[in-house]
């Protein structure tokens, strides 16, 4: 959720970390605030608001350090405001702390803390954390990375954590448990972070850390140790990510740029993969597990969100294609409910960070039972990446926007290239099949770039339905997730209220809300349930509803019916997802702009949900 960033080195580490605050503000943007060494004591400056309302709280002011820890907040414990922003400072004034995730057992510290004379000024958990680690090391006479290894041993929850004292003042100590950390190795001076998005101006060679380990950074070194003490040896990743990457590129928003990525990205999501020429499908991130996968009984889906959403269009695909069960759940809810999972079973876990805490927390709980887990994620070195016992990147580049659109073709894009192949390796599919699956799947770049082009009709449609209260979605077959996610997009980043249910479900309970007012999105490609959404168009309008419907290019009949179109190119039905949702983003887009909404940073969100 937070965003953290942290500084040793030769140079003025402020404007690093600042620069570093504005690159992980997707992260969360609830307050932001750095510590500093200043002539041998600790500056702490925070401020509620976005980093650029910190950036006017330091106008003025004459910092100078070479070390420093930075925070962006995504509230957990504590209502946004100055004084639980973070970081946290301990008592006695010698430490300083960041943190992202939860220490659960808070409580319980904070009242024996309190007990020993400890006061507290702020609501949140991280301040607890800072004030036992003190009393650790101050009761033991301990090093700082002695006594947060002690702390962090009588510790329940998730953390990544950086911390600065004032008596060491050379000295930078970091640890992790269920939320990221990298460590960037530049010369002479060391970087940390949330993500690497920070890094990469500066170097492209990082260490991601493990969970359980604690970082620390003295005098121009680095060493990692594991919970016990014991020495590691970290491998040192070479970043492929450039800097233009996590830049706007001249667009107005990063939701915009992502939106129109799109055709690139899913490239890259083939690229190496898919051989049209060959008629090849390549996945050698799921070899080993290949037979499994083709032999399994069952697969799981575990997802959150957006990603659940590009599960569900999953579970026709496999089905479709490959005759195996699919279930689709929750990750949120997955491992609350004693779920029935048999040794063998292959679950796939879909997050664009990697990072999603329900998801990881139902992988452990999938891994324990005997599952195979294939993870589909977009983060290189994530942890859902490393807990799988193998999977697929996505290769679609860093995405800004809190609101998930490049991720969620992506995701589409490789599960559908890991069941084609699934299914033509088990022979539930026919090679003249496959082949032109494939071709078409490889025509997909250019028939989003075509969608696209609708950009600015959407923009007029967009203009007469910015002041609704309500929308309603509506699709059927493949097309019925994309109408959860354009209802998703809409109430994300324009806080519209919408709903989306499969069309023919809407005449047992959401056509009593139907009337004028009520502007009904129908995605309504040609596909085999065409009849059928039409009759459902018919319905709504029966009853004066207001429909915009998605349909495929020269339909001849729903125009006549709907009160506006958007037309998208043909594909195959179960490709059509990749399609249809392009016009669903650019209406939610147009729309939260037309509102005056932060489309790229929306209220109460972040980008990555790294705590339960």
């Known amino acids: 959720m937070c965003g953290i960033v942290g500084y040793i080195g030769k140079k003025e580490a402020l404007p690093l970390l600042l620069k570093g605050l504005r690159r992980l503000e997707y992260r969360g943007y609830d307050s932001a605030g750095v510590a500093l060494i200043e002539n041998g004591s600790i500056g702490s400056y925070k401020k509620q608001g976005k980093v650029g309302d910190l950036e006017k709280v330091l106008q003025g002011q004459k910092v100078s350090s070479s070390i420093g820890i930075g925070h962006t907040r995504w509230a957990t414990h504590g209502e946004p405001n100055d004084v639980n922003a973070h970081p946290h400072v301990s008592n006695n004034g010698n430490l300083a702390i960041i943190h992202n995730g939860i220490i ?27 004030n036992f680690i003190e009393y650790i090391q101050s009761s033991d006479n301990l090093t700082l990375e002695d006594a947060l290894r002690v702390a962090l041993s009588q510790v329940v929850g998730a953390y990544a954590i950086a911390i600065i004292s004032k008596d060491t003042p050379n000295k930078l100590v970091a640890a992790r448990k269920g939320s990221p950390m990298v460590l960037g190795l530049g010369k002479g001076e060391f970087f940390l972070a949330s993500d690497a998005t920070p890094i990469i101006e500066y170097t492209n060679e990082v260490i991601y850390l493990k969970d359980e380990e604690i970082l620390v950074i003295e005098d121009g070194n680095y060493h990692i140790k594991d919970s016990q003490d014991i020495p590691q040896t970290p491998h040192i990743h070479t970043l492929e990510l450039e800097l233009e990457a996590i830049e706007k590129g001249g667009h107005e928003h990063f939701m915009h740029k992502e939106i129109f990525g799109q055709p690139e990205s899913i490239a890259d999501c083939m690229r190496g993969r898919l051989n049209k020429e060959k008629g090849e499908l390549t996945l050698g991130g799921i070899r080993n597990y290949a037979k499994a996968l083709e032999n399994a009984d069952r697969i799981i889906i575990l997802a959150c969100g957006t990603s659940w959403h590009a599960g569900l269009v999953a579970e026709y695909v496999f089905e479709d294609l490959c005759r195996i069960p699919v279930e689709v759940e929750y990750a949120s809810e997955f491992r609350y409910r004693n779920p029935v999972i048999k040794e063998g079973d292959i679950v796939i876990a879909i997050s664009q960070s990697g990072e999603t805490a329900d998801t990881l927390a139902a992988i452990e ?29 996505l290769h679609a580049g860093p995405e800004i926007g809190v609101a998930s659109t490049k991720a969620f073709t992506a995701q589409l894009t490789v599960l559908y290239m890991i069941a084609l192949r699934a299914a033509r390796n088990k022979g539930t599919i026919a090679e ?7 071709r078409e799947l490889s025509l997909i770049p250019s028939k989003v770039e075509k969608a696209l082009l ?4 959407i923009e007029e449609i967009s203009e007469m339905f910015k002041n609704a209260s309500n929308f309603l979605y509506l699709g059927r077959g493949y097309n019925f997730p994309v109408a959860l996610e354009g209802a998703l997009k809409l109430k994300e980043i324009s806080y519209i209220h919408a709903e989306g249910y499969p069309a023919a479900e809407m005449k047992h309970g959401p056509i009593a809300l139907i009337d004028e007012n009520m502007p009904v999105v129908v995605i309504a490609t040609r596909d085999s349930s065409y009849d059928k959404i039409v009759s459902n168009i018919q319905e709504v309008k029966a009853r004066k509803g207001v429909v915009i419907a998605v349909v495929s290019e020269k339909d001849a009949l729903i125009p006549k019916m709907a009160d ?16 249809s949702v392009i016009p669903l983003q650019l209406l939610s887009y147009h729309i939260a702009v037309m509102r005056g909404a932060n489309v ?12 339960e």
């Open 564 to 579: 506006f179109t958007i037309e998208v190119p043909a594909t195959h039905e179960s490709l059509m997802p990749l399609v």
């Open 600 to 611: 790229d940073q929306p209220r109460n969100l972040a980008k990555s949900v790294t705590v």
């Open 454 to 457: 609708s950009n600015d009709k």
């Open 432 to 438: 003249n099949r496959f082949q032109q699956l494939l």
């Open 104 to 130: 659960e057992n808070y409580g319980s510290l904070k009242e024996d803390l309190i007990s020993k004379g400890f006061e507290f000024s702020s609501d949140t958990d991280t301040e607890v954390l800072i």
């Open 365 to 393: 709980l999938a891994k324990s039972r005997g599952a195979i887990v294939l993870g589909v994620v977009n983060t290189v070195g994530s942890s859902i990446s490393r807990v799988s016992h193998e999977g697929a990147y």
